[in-house]
């Protein structure tokens, strides 16, 4: 049973509120305004901009980074009446949006090591998060991006959950029918509601608590049901072109030939993790924020 999981609010969090470091960040640039001023409005903003929708069979050309751009914009009017000069709002957009790219402006929740280290051990893992490409460094930072089969990413699919494009994506990446798939993630509509719609098994926990082992979907050892016999994901990483779409898809390998995608938004082509390679082919070795995930 493949276990999809959502990366924002449930495996990684911003270390300190996203309004405070839109703040700290608009001071540098000469704006002046207080942390709870802008997170309010940014939460407002985050409401009123719908999430991007492209042409299906292809991902956004600049990697959702304009849509980004129009967030920060209606953040920063709300807040001060009136629209940021250009001069001002482009180099301070690139600086938040960079910020929010760095490892270290995250945490992963107490229980993530632990709990993904043992759910790996049973079933593939694979994220699936409204998200960028960001998510890579962000998810290799923290040294998580080993466990993990692929890496779906809204972006790339072109849609953001809980529509059906993303779902049906990762399930066609996972190679197994949508009822033994299994979705865990913190957001109501988003994860719950749009597993659901896709005939995936789902928890959506109350609070905290997302990869308590309670939670996790009753199932067999990667060795009694899985072509894996490893207990551990192969950990070196690499990029594959996906021979069926002529796309580079994120893949990871081992010495069977897995997948990858630990690369950085700026060091990679767009990836298209819609297929997972042959396990025994030798190949390539997500709550909001600006610039926090969807």
């Not at 600049?62 to 849509?67: G, H, T």
């Not at 751009?69 to 690139?94: C, I, R, S, W």
């Not at 996906?242 to 060091?267: E, M, P, T, Y």
Request: glycine share 8%.
């Amino acid at each position: 049973m493949p276990i999809f999981l959502d990366a924002a609010g449930t495996l990684i969090h911003p270390k300190i509120p996203v309004g405070q470091s839109y703040a700290d960040i608009a001071r540098r640039h000469g704006v002046k305004t207080s942390a709870e001023a802008v997170d309010r409005a940014f939460r407002l903003a985050w409401k009123q901009s719908q999430s991007p929708l492209h042409p299906e069979g292809q991902g956004s050309p600049d990697d959702d980074r304009s849509w980004w751009q129009g967030v920060v914009e209606k953040t920063f009017h709300a807040v001060l009446g009136q629209p940021l000069p250009e001069e001002t709002l482009v180099p301070m957009f690139a600086e938040l949006y960079n910020h929010f790219a760095q490892p270290e402006v995250w945490t992963a929740y107490e229980e993530v090591p632990s709990a993904l280290e043992s759910m790996a051990a049973l079933q593939p893992l694979w994220v699936l998060s409204n998200f960028d490409r960001r998510l890579l460094s962000i998810l290799s930072g923290h040294g998580l991006s080993s466990f993990f089969e692929g890496f779906i990413l809204s972006s790339e699919v072109g849609a953001s959950k809980p529509h059906p494009r993303i779902f049906q994506a990762a399930i066609r990446a996972a190679r197994s029918p949508a009822n033994e798939c299994f979705h865990i993630g913190d957001d109501p509509a988003c994860d719950h509601e749009g597993a659901a719609a896709a005939g995936a098994p789902t928890h959506h926990p109350d609070g905290r608590g997302c990869l308590a082992e309670r939670h996790w979907p009753k199932v067999q050892p990667r060795g009694l049901n899985h072509p894996s016999k490893s207990a551990h994901p192969p950990k070196q990483m690499c990029a594959m072109r996906d021979r069926s779409s002529d796309r580079i898809a994120s893949v990871r390998s081992g010495s069977k030939g897995r997948r990858c995608s630990d690369h950085q938004r700026d060091l990679v082509e767009s990836p298209r993790p819609f297929h997972r390679p042959d396990r025994h082919r030798h190949g390539r070795s997500d709550e909001p924020g600006s610039l926090r995930p969807r």
